[in-house]
């Protein structure tokens, strides 16, 4: 299976800020990564996929980078709205693995 | 727009057979561009995939999962089904069902509500 380690597991930060969550896959998944939101009590929504194409209606505040093993997602300007969990997903080969998430906390 | 509606009991015995089905409306489950996923969360866990099955029928299971899991579709219902046996404690998680598609790299887009499965005596 290939592993995907997100970086940090969690985050304290303002609302204005610029924060950047990493996600490393154990060997190349090319581009077949996507990122997500959750929030508490509510299932995960996809916010980008084949690593940096947002999803229609994500704001534009969001935005990814990477190929090969080394991924990033950024939120610039942090919003109310986007405390959350972030997880990372690999889809380049299945089973299509998850980082365990990063917490982004105010 | 699609939706996926989620069936099935919230608590189940140990060693028993957990059955959920997820019913698609708004689209087609025949679809060549859809993956039929089933992912579970537990408590205060991460995202842990399950496996899918194809509209052709075919299916991918998770490796940890695979001795015990079972998916199928039935078309004429727009249903499609999970079944985990021999249940025990470790099982009790968040249910979901979703639909991950080619056009989004296998990303999921469409996701069920969830079912929260307790697995107890």
């Known amino acids: 299976d290939i592993q995907m380690t997100q970086s940090p597991s969690s985050l304290s930060a303002s609302v204005g800020d610029r924060v950047t969550i990493t996600c490393r896959a154990s060997?190349?998944?090319?581009?077949?990564l996507n990122w997500y939101q959750q929030k508490p009590g509510k299932a995960p929504n996809l916010l980008i996929y084949?690593?940096?194409s947002l999803l229609g209606g994500v704001p534009s505040r969001f935005s990814a980078f990477g190929s090969g093993t080394d991924f990033t997602l950024t939120i610039d300007s942090l919003q109310p709205d986007d405390f959350a969990t972030y997880y990372c997903?690999?889809?380049?080969?299945?089973?299509?693995?998850f980082g365990l998430g990063t917490r982004v906390e105010i | 727009q699609e939706q996926l509606q989620q069936s099935g009991p919230g608590l189940v015995k140990p060693l028993q057979t957990l059955s959920l089905t997820c019913t698609v409306s708004?689209?087609?489950?025949?679809?060549?561009?859809?993956?039929w996923t089933w992912i579970r969360q537990h408590p205060e866990k991460g995202l842990e995939w399950i496996g899918y099955?194809?509209?052709?029928?075919?299916?991918y299971y998770n490796p940890s999962l695979r001795s015990r899991v079972a998916m199928s579709l039935d078309r004429s219902k727009s249903q499609f089904s999970l079944k985990l046996a021999s249940l025990t404690a470790a099982d009790t998680a968040v249910y979901f069902c979703?639909?991950?598609?080619?056009?989004?790299?296998?990303?999921?887009?469409?996701w069920g509500q969830g079912t929260t499965v307790t697995v107890s005596s």
């Open positions: 979703a639909r991950a598609g080619d056009h989004s790299y296998f990303g999921v887009d469409v």
């Open positions: 708004g689209g087609s489950i025949n679809s060549n561009e859809y993956y």
């Open positions: 099955i194809y509209y052709s029928g075919s299916t």
């Open positions: 060997q190349s998944i090319t581009n077949y």
């Open positions: 084949a690593a940096s």
């Open positions: 997903q690999q889809t380049y080969s299945p089973p299509w693995t």
